[in-house]
């Protein structure tokens, strides 16, 4: 944990320098390929939207974060459908069905030679109106594929990543669409990853508007407290993501018990293993929270294994997970 000012710049300095290897790093403005725009392929570069559209000001945006693995893109008809839900929760419908998003999605990966990478559809009012009402403006779906490595670097997500609790909060279900993967609701998790890099640590957990744990910044959270089950927050504020929900029935293969409650912060010093779950994040470790330290057990191994395989990725670089977690 870093103790002070030096210490702190280190260890941010280390960071980023860690994810400059490990993550993309190219202008995402000025690349090559195609990016499927409203129906067609497009130069990458053309790609653009007026300064005066809607989302921009008003953050009426949706969009998905997806993997393609050995060319298949896992769960996609599961991500397409949350992205209709995303629309509706916002009050606007795709005009594209679920099918044909599946399908652009699929041909944008193909397009761009992507086997292995990261695909990201998005959908936005434009700008036909400017104003907090926005009626009449067009909907505009957009979809982009490129290589993308581990979210985290393999030495951090190995060793265990290390969280510092934000100061922002998941809000209340009545105060925002929080089902939704909608574009203004990152906002908070942008100010807090950022506040947790800049001293020196690789995301932030995030409580919820009651106190409670919610989730880090782009994934959610399991934790063990030494008792051979799973504990997970209940996402009654916060997304129900997709790797989540895959994680919980591996689990429920592996006859190992899921138990959704509301888990408290001072919770957090009777844990054993933590592990974050997301589409970009994977099945990463969690190795420290503010100050506490966290073991990368048995059971974190496991789930990372048995994720690697429901993927589609080759069994690889995790060490033997005991029998004894496998109940």
Same mark, same amino acid.
Not at 55 to 76: D, N, Q
Not at 273 to 302: H, N, Q, S, Y
């Given at each position: 944990?870093?103790?002070n000012?030096?210490q702190?710049k280190?260890?941010?300095?280390?960071?980023?320098?860690k994810k400059?290897?490990?993550?993309?790093?190219?202008p995402f403005?000025?690349?090559?390929?195609?990016?499927?725009?409203?129906?067609k392929?497009v130069?990458?570069?053309?790609?653009?939207i007026?300064?005066l559209?809607?989302?921009?000001? +008003?953050?009426?945006?949706?969009?998905?974060?997806e993997?393609?693995y050995?060319?298949?893109?896992?769960?996609?008809?599961?991500?397409?459908q949350?992205?209709a839900?995303?629309?509706?929760?916002?009050?606007?419908?795709?005009?594209?069905?679920?099918?044909?998003?599946?399908?652009?999605?699929?041909?944008?990966c193909?397009?761009?030679?992507?086997?292995?990478? +990261?695909?990201?559809?998005?959908?936005?009012?434009?700008?036909?109106?400017?104003?907090v009402?926005?009626?009449?403006?067009?909907?505009?779906?957009?979809?982009a594929? %490129?290589? %993308?490595?581990? +979210?985290f670097?393999?030495?951090a997500?190995?060793?265990?990543?290390?969280?510092?609790t934000?100061?922002?909060?998941?809000?209340?279900?009545?105060?925002?669409?929080?089902?939704?993967?909608?574009?203004?609701?990152?906002?908070?998790?942008?100010?807090?990853?950022?506040?947790?890099?800049?001293?020196? +640590?690789h995301?932030?957990?995030?409580?919820?508007w009651?106190?409670?744990i919610?989730?880090?910044t782009?994934?959610?959270?399991?934790?063990?407290?030494?008792?051979?089950?799973?504990?997970?927050?209940?996402?009654?504020?916060?997304?129900?993501?997709?790797?989540?929900?895959t994680?919980?029935?591996?689990?429920?293969?592996?006859q190992?018990?899921v138990v959704?409650?509301?888990?408290?912060?001072?919770?957090?010093?009777?844990?054993?293993?933590?592990?974050?779950?997301?589409t970009a994040a994977e099945?990463?470790?969690v190795?420290?929270?503010?100050?506490?330290t966290?073991?990368?057990?048995?059971?974190?191994?496991?789930?990372?294994?048995?994720?690697?395989?429901?993927v589609?990725?080759?069994?690889?670089?995790?060490?033997?997970?005991?029998q004894?977690?496998?109940?």
């Amino acid at each position: 944990m870093p103790k002070n000012a030096t210490q702190r710049k280190n260890l941010r300095e280390e960071l980023l320098s860690k994810k400059e290897n490990s993550m993309d790093t190219k202008p995402f403005d000025d690349r090559d390929g195609v990016i499927w725009f409203n129906g067609k392929m497009v130069p990458w570069r053309d790609a653009r939207i007026h300064v005066l559209t809607h989302a921009l000001h +008003y953050a009426s945006c949706v969009f998905e974060g997806e993997r393609s693995y050995g060319g298949t893109i896992f769960k996609l008809t599961e991500h397409s459908q949350r992205l209709a839900a995303s629309a509706a929760a916002l009050g606007f419908k795709l005009p594209y069905s679920v099918a044909e998003i599946d399908k652009a999605c699929t041909e944008t990966c193909k397009a761009n030679g992507i086997v292995d990478g +990261y695909v990201r559809p998005v959908a936005w009012r434009g700008s036909e109106m400017m104003g907090v009402s926005a009626q009449a403006t067009r909907i505009n779906v957009a979809i982009a594929a %490129w290589p %993308w490595p581990s +979210y985290f670097s393999p030495e951090a997500r190995m060793k265990g990543i290390r969280l510092v609790t934000s100061k922002w909060r998941r809000p209340a279900p009545d105060t925002a669409p929080v089902k939704a993967k909608a574009a203004g609701l990152y906002m908070i998790c942008t100010l807090s990853k950022h506040a947790a890099e800049d001293k020196g +640590y690789h995301d932030s957990l995030m409580l919820d508007w009651r106190g409670r744990i919610a989730e880090a910044t782009g994934a959610n959270i399991f934790l063990s407290f030494g008792d051979g089950k799973l504990h997970t927050p209940t996402p009654d504020c916060f997304l129900d993501g997709i790797t989540r929900r895959t994680v919980i029935g591996l689990a429920k293969l592996r006859q190992i018990e899921v138990v959704e409650r509301a888990i408290m912060p001072d919770e957090l010093k009777k844990a054993t293993e933590i592990f974050l779950t997301g589409t970009a994040a994977e099945v990463t470790p969690v190795g420290a929270i503010d100050g506490m330290t966290f073991k990368v057990g048995d059971l974190t191994r496991l789930m990372m294994e048995d994720y690697d395989k429901a993927v589609g990725k080759d069994a690889h670089k995790h060490a033997p997970a005991k029998q004894a977690a496998q109940r």
